[in-house]
Every structure is written in C-alpha cells, then in structure tokens.
C-alpha cells in the first residue's frame, strides 16, 4: 500500500500550500491558446477532514485504496481536524452526507481546485472557455455520428415489420429528442423561437447540433478530408454490427446504447455552460471586493495620516464590517456537487479530450483513468501521446499484468473497451511488456 505523508496543517503550511498551487496553475494556463482553468498534479492540495473529538486512531478508518489513490496523486495530504463549529468559517463546505459522515467520526476527503478570476469578460458576450468548447465540439461531432447510426438501426427494425423506409438526414434525430435529451445546452436561431413546443426546440437543438458536427467531423477521423468519407466509414461499421441482429430487443439495446453517449456529453454541454456563468459572476463579485478593500485601505490610510497630523481628533471607534467573502457557500456547492459517476467523467475524458477534474472535483482519485481516457483519444485521432506512469499503471491492471485495485470497475469496463477499439488486447500486452 501507497501511504501518503500527513501533514499536519496550520495556516502557514495551507498558505504555502496554495501560492504552490496557484502558481502551476499559472504555468499551465499560460500555455493554454483559449481561457481556460488548471488542475495540476504536482500541486495538488489534498485535505482530510477530521472531526476532533474522533480524532484518535483516525488514520485506521480510512480505506486502504484511498491511501493508494492519495499516494499516486500527491504523495502527501494535510490533516485537518475541526469541531462542527470551526468549520462554519472554512473556505470549503460539506454537503449533507459528508456532515452525518464528519459527525459519525469518518475522515472527508476535501480536493482544492483554484479558479482563475483575473479577467472581467464583457457584458453581452463570452470567451468560450477551452473545456466548454472541446464539449460542444464533442457532443455536436456525435449527435452527427449517432444520428446515422440511430437511423441505420430504425431502418432495419422497420424491415423486421415489412416496412421499406429509406434513411435520410436527419432521421436519428427524433429518436434522440425523446431519449438523450438534456435541459441546459444552449441554444440559437430558430431553437429560441417561444412559438416552438417542447419536442420542436428540442428537435431544433439536435438539428443544429448535427450540423455543427457535421462541419467538424473531419477533426474526429484522421485521413477524412470532407464529412461524406466520415458518414460512408459510419454507415460501413453499423452495417458489419447489425449483420446478425434478428431480434427487436437486440436492435432496442443498440438503441439505447447509442442514445446513452449523447445524454451524458448533453449533460456535461449544461453543466461546463452553467459553471462558465458562474465564474463570471464570482470573477465580477471577486474584484468589487478587490476594489471596496482597496477604497478601505486608501481611506484608513488618509485618517491615519489627518489623525498623526492633528487633523482628525479621535480614531475610528468600531471596526468596519468584513467585506463579504465573493463565494458564498451556495456557490461553493454549485462548483463542487457531484454531478457525474466516474464512468461519465471518463467518457467524457475519452471523446472530448478534456480533464473531466475541470467539470467535475468529485472523483478525483480517479484521476488515473481519465488519464488514460484523454491518452486514448489522442491515439485515435493520431495525435502525438505519452504514456504517464498513471496511464501505464492502470492499463498494466486492465491487462492482467498486475493486480487490480477494485477501483472504478464501471470506468475501467469502458476504458478496456476503449482500448481494444484501438489495438487488440496481444498489441497492447506485448507493449506493456516491452515499455
């Protein structure tokens, strides 16, 4: 087992601690061509959260496969032990279950992950940050793909009744309007007309979608130099799958699995569209609190200088009242609710090729897999890749090559399956077996 070092913490250490963190931060976003944030591990700040009066033997009533994850992350974590009352004025908060769990005496694993809120963005418009584009492009490139799939299989279910419908564009569409669909993703032109019902925006919104995927498809499938090559290769690979399909139930499965992938990048498209917003806003409340400390200072600064001069008789009496702190605790919730199970943020990782830790803190000591995720997108768009000791430990525990860690078995099913889409599993073991 990979214990981590524990690091007891005082407000000295946490703030060294941070200014770390901020600055790799800093180094990541500055190689960044769009805004983006930064997650990164050599920073990483990890806490454990111990209720006080249980604070003896606390280590025991950690399970051993979180010290392995901690000790692979970060190699160390800080100890943090509250009463119920301390931790009303900490800058992180407990969701409901984690305070029955903090009241019961088991430690909480707390993650910090810093937000850049040094750019104002302007009133009408904004950046599109680096994630929240990599989604849209990701759930627009497969609203296209899933479309033509979706429409191939309704196709051959209707010859199942003797029905000779030919498939057109767009005929998917419908079928994901009523199965995959996901309130949140914003939409324009003609989506936005109030005079729609409800299935017509949504039917409207999946339009628009898999035109933008369409325009974006070749990006997906390295050689493909116009979107037809990429809709023949689509048409091609249903047609080899649904070879033996001689059961409706068979063909409602490939169905639902189809549908399955756009629902959860639908979901991932609201919610990286929602935390943008609130960035936004917190960026805008972080620096009038910036500018209300700096009024403060001056003023302070200009009594005390009237006060030494003899020009003012008497200091301040009372204290000011504290500027607000610009993250309420409800916004804090907003940023860190667990919104995603790990097998989502690792597809997500896997199609949109962006670090799910970004859209979602909740999972981080499944770092490892998204690591492996976003590898294997860069292989299948044959995009230069390195193989990380994270990456290369858990492909090493999906191959048989060492013992597995009981972790995350949904996202590791996807990521074998992943894997084998790219080279069977003899490539794959006589690689890990040479590296």
């Known amino acids: 087992m990979t214990r981590p070092a524990i690091i007891p913490a005082n407000e000295t250490v946490l703030r060294r601690a941070v200014s770390e963190h901020i600055r790799a931060c800093e180094a990541i976003i500055a190689q960044s061509d769009r805004p983006t944030d930064a997650f990164p591990l050599e920073a990483l700040i990890v806490l454990v959260v111990v209720n006080e009066a249980h604070i003896q033997d606390w280590e025991d009533r950690v399970d051993g496969e979180v010290w392995d994850r901690v000790g692979q992350l970060a190699g160390y974590c800080f100890l943090c032990p509250y009463s119920e009352q301390d931790l009303q004025s900490q800058y992180f908060a407990l969701n409901h279950q984690e305070l029955i769990d903090f009241r019961r005496g088991l430690p909480i694993l707390k993650i910090v992950s810093a937000i850049d809120t040094r750019t104002i963005l302007s009133r009408g418009g904004r950046t ?87 325009s974006v498809a070749t990006k997906f499938l390295p050689g493909a130099v116009e979107p037809k090559q990429v809709v023949d290769l689509i048409v091609k690979q249903v047609t080899a799958s ?60 200009k009594r005390t200088e009237e006060f030494a001069g003899g020009e003012r008789k008497r200091e301040r009496w009372r204290p000011l009242d504290p500027v607000p702190d610009p993250m309420p605790r409800a916004l804090h919730q907003e940023f860190t609710s667990p919104d995603f199970s790990p097998e989502e943020l690792t597809f997500i990782a896997a199609t949109a090729g962006i670090d799910p830790n970004l859209l979602c803190i909740s999972h981080v000591p499944a770092t490892p897999e998204f690591r492996l995720a976003q590898m294997l997108r860069k292989m299948s768009l044959g995009e230069e890749y390195l193989a ?48």
């Open 388 to 435: 990380g000791p994270l990456e290369l430990g858990v492909l090493r525990e999906l191959f048989g090559l060492s013992a597995p860690d009981g972790c995350y078995q949904e996202a590791r099913s996807l990521l074998t399956s992943l894997a084998l889409e790219r080279f069977p599993q003899g490539w794959w073991v006589s690689q890990l077996k040479g590296e």
């Open 242 to 301: 649904t070879a033996n399909m001689q059961k409706r139930k068979q063909y409602d499965d490939a169905l639902a699995a189809e549908a399955w992938p756009i629902k959860i990048l639908m979901k991932a498209c609201a919610r990286i569209t929602e935390l943008s917003k609130d960035k936004v806003e917190l960026t805008k409340a972080t620096h009038r609190a910036d500018e209300r400390i700096a009024k403060r200072e001056e003023k302070e600064r």
């Open 128 to 214: 599109k940050q680096d994630v929240e584009v990599k989604i849209r492009q990701a759930l627009a490139y497969e609203v296209f793909r899933r479309d033509i799939v979706i429409g191939k299989l309704l196709a051959a279910q209707d010859r199942m009744d003797g029905k000779r419908i030919a498939t057109e564009r767009g005929s998917g569409l419908p079928y994901l309007s009523e199965h995959a669909w996901v309130d949140g993703v914003p939409c324009k032109g003609d989506a936005k007309h109030q005079a729609l019902d409800s299935f017509a925006r949504k039917l409207t919104v999946m339009s628009s979608l898999r035109a933008e995927g369409e």
